[in-house]
Structures are given as C-alpha cells and as structure tokens.
C-alpha cells in the first residue's frame, strides 16, 4: 500500500492553529510549517486553548499530517556571547512547552553558527544547550511529546549542522533523542549532489545519522550550483536541483512516508500551484 503523500508549505501563524489549517486544505496541502514567533526572535503569542481544540477536530476531520513548528532563524545555540546563547535556551525551552499543547508536532530549528569559535566548539554547545533545554522543559510537563529536529544546514559562513558528520555529533554529544529535518536546497549547497545521485546521498546519510532518524524533509530547489554553499531556494523546477530530481525525492520509498515542506518563494496561489504539481509527479 502506498503511503500518503504529506505535502504543505509554510503558513502565517498570526491567525491561529486552526486559520493554518483552513488555509491548508484551501491550497491543497495536509501538513504545515509555521514560525513559533516572530522569525527574528521576540515574545510569542499566548497560546488560545479554544483554537487548539477547534484545531485538533478540524486537523482529524481533515486529515492533517504532523504540523512542524520552526524556530526563529536568530535562535544560536553556538552563539560566542552568552546573551545569545540565553536567549536560545529560553526560547526553546518555552516553544516546546507550548508545543505540548499540541501532542506528536515536530520542532525544527536551525543548529547555529560558530562565530569563529570553531565547530567543534560550536558542536559542544548546542548539545549542552539541548540538554539543560530537555531537562528544564521536561521538569515542567513530565514528558515532551515533541520531536526535535536538526536542520541541515548548507554551510553559510560558519554555520554548524553544514555535513552529516556535524549533525551526527550533536545527537552523539547531547545523547537525546533527535530528529533530523533534511532541506534539499541546503544539502545541495553543501556539496551533496541529490540531483545525480540520490540514493548514493541517502546511503551515506543512513551510514553516518541513520535514516531512522529522517523525520521531515524542506523541499526546495536552489538558486546556486552544487556545493556552492550560499543557501538561496527557489521555486520548484526554476533552479539548479530541477523538477525531475526533486521528483526522485518524492517517490523515493526511503522518503516517500515522510512530510514534504515547502519553503520556496512562493505566495499561497504559488504554493497552491506547487502542491499540486507535485501531486502531479507524485507515483
């Protein structure tokens, strides 16, 4: 039996759970992603317990797969200054103790920038940020039902998380139970040439993080050339990845149960378009 394919995009959130959702089915899509606050940082919204229920029937009723909350983008948990540093920690700590309020979400957030501390340093401190997180917000609900995940990153400046190799550390150091979300413009960026070679990618992602690991996938072209490690997306088919490899990706069977994301330039008609191209490729 096939699975079903999880496609959606990135939503506002500044209407709630259950205008996400709404907007989600009108587009085509069965899963969402949307920022836990404002993208660059800032107190979020308190939660609406009524919209979660409201939420939680529709997105039953609906069919809506798991919805994925992502992390500001100034959210650097290997930042060189400990205000930096603070503000992460605090930041999700409190995200996952708001994510409880909707059970089985995934949280992703970008692992951070070294700032010329190196990555083994910058390695060390996301884990140990991890875990105080794990532990602070684990004191305060009993349990965490959200799966974190490790963004791949395409190795912009000193980001950290830009090779498998890194994103393994991280799990191994903070020895938690990670998730990792693979975007397939950042992979590209980074050197790993999915277009060409797809499977020889995920056989190294299996050997070096296990796809056991694997929990969502950013789907998205590139504006750049393989390995040129500047991370801009572009539309699906309009970049350097293609629509035929980005095809590949969906009807892989080693991904093709998972979430698909879009994150590309798109506005809601561009993002209605895209989904269903995509169905359209899906086999």
Known sequence: MKPTFLIGCHLSASGGYTAMAETAVSIGANVFQFFTRNPRGGAAKPIDKADVAAFTSYAAANGIG????HAPYTLNAAGAEQRVRDFAEATMEDDLVRLEETPGALYNFHPGSHVGQGAEAGIDLIASMLQRVFAKASSRLGKISTTVLLETMAGKGSEVGRNFEEIRAIIDKSGLPLGVCLDTCHVWDGGYDIAHDLDGVLDTFDRVVG????KAIHLNDSMNALGAHKDRHAKIGKGKIGADALAA??????????PFYLETPCDLQGYKEEIAFLKGLRK
């Open 66 to 69: 798991p919805i994925l909350a």
């Open 211 to 214: 796809l056991e690991r694997l």
């Open 249 to 258: 990706v969906i009807n892989n069977p080693r991904l093709a149960a998972l």
